[in-house]
């Protein structure tokens, strides 16, 4: 299986001891997100995870446990996300020059394959500006293409979380024309790095920039990076339309991020985010909140995607 670490919060940056754990008790207790009380066994052992996905806006906590990630024998690669936001719209974000530094150390420690770049969501708010998107996208690309193959962004979606965290600070969704142009510069910014250019769950066709749908959790990088074919790549997530990841198992939690990003689709409360946060326990087997009266069944789906190869006797 692949194990997503997480798209419902950033366990990384904010969770990192607590997975660790996970990782050395072999399994995850994982909330239902529409029934809290309807809680998954997973498993999570070597023999069934064949790679984990990380999604983090900061990977600076969980650098130091890389080497016991390894030594367990977990295959793994990073999607870290750096915009271009001040502390209005993400208020307790670090400094984005000292995450690009630490996007680059990690990147020296893994090989740029399994470390890729996104830039999303992208709106336009006050000073953040078609233009001021273009010159910002430039500068992450100047200093970070040495260190990633790939580059992956989207444009910022209408959910109903994202318009309720957002009327305080009030966010512009792109126009198609607006989209149309933001492909053209990005594509040409790019181009003379060798950057792979795609988009995340997104719609509006951009092939005629050389832009593809991205897979972000992306079955042929996976048996890359694994080193073994696996079973199941062209089974789609159906998380989200016009997603092309293949099927996993995320293990995150909504209501449960601190990072405190107005445009989050994840945190429907901001203040239950930072209490659940407050109230986590690194030694439970759930990420946060209590498990004792709800219904824990085991996953039967959990196992490795692996395909055996058939040794003839010839």
Not at 2 to 8: A, D, H
Not at 28 to 35: A, H
């Amino acid at each position: 299986m692949i194990l997503s670490v997480s798209r419902r919060t950033d366990i990384p940056a904010l969770y990192s001891e607590w997975f660790m754990n996970r990782l050395r008790e072999g399994f995850v207790y994982v909330k239902n997100p529409f029934n809290a009380n309807q809680i998954s066994k997973v498993a999570i052992t070597k023999d069934v995870v064949d790679c984990i996905v990380f999604w983090t806006k900061d990977p600076q906590p969980i650098l130091k446990y890389l080497p016991d990630i390894d030594e367990m024998g977990y295959n793994y690669y990073f999607q870290v996300t750096i915009t271009p936001y001040d502390t209005r719209y993400e208020k307790n974000v670090r400094e984005k020059k000292e995450i690009a530094d630490t996007f680059i150390e990690l990147s020296d420690i893994l090989g740029k394959e399994r470390v890729i770049l996104r830039y999303d969501p992208i709106f336009l708010a006050g000073k953040y500006t078609l233009k001021y998107h273009i010159r910002a996208f430039q500068s992450i690309c100047d200093k970070l293409n040495p260190y990633t193959n790939k580059v992956i962004f989207s444009f910022v979606d209408g959910y109903k979380k994202t318009v309720h965290n957002t009327k305080d600070a009030p966010i512009q969704e792109l126009t198609n024309s607006d989209m149309l142009k933001i492909a053209e510069a990005f594509s040409e910014i790019t181009k003379p790095y060798g950057l792979l250019l795609e988009t995340c769950a997104e719609k509006i066709q951009l092939t005629n920039y050389g832009i593809s749908p991205a897979r972000c959790i992306d079955g042929d990088l996976i048996q890359s990076i694994i080193g073994y074919e696996i079973s199941n790549k062209s089974v789609r997530d159906d998380n989200r339309e016009a997603c092309g990841c293949m099927k996993c198992i995320d293990i995150g939690q909504y209501d449960t991020c601190t990072h405190g990003c107005t445009y989050c689709y994840a945190n429907i409360n901001k203040d239950k985010a930072q209490e659940n946060y407050n109230n986590h326990n690194p030694l439970s087997p759930m990420l946060v909140g209590s498990y004792e009266h709800a219904i824990v069944k085991e996953r039967k789906d959990v196992k490795s995607f692996r395909i055996e190869q058939l040794s003839l006797d010839i």
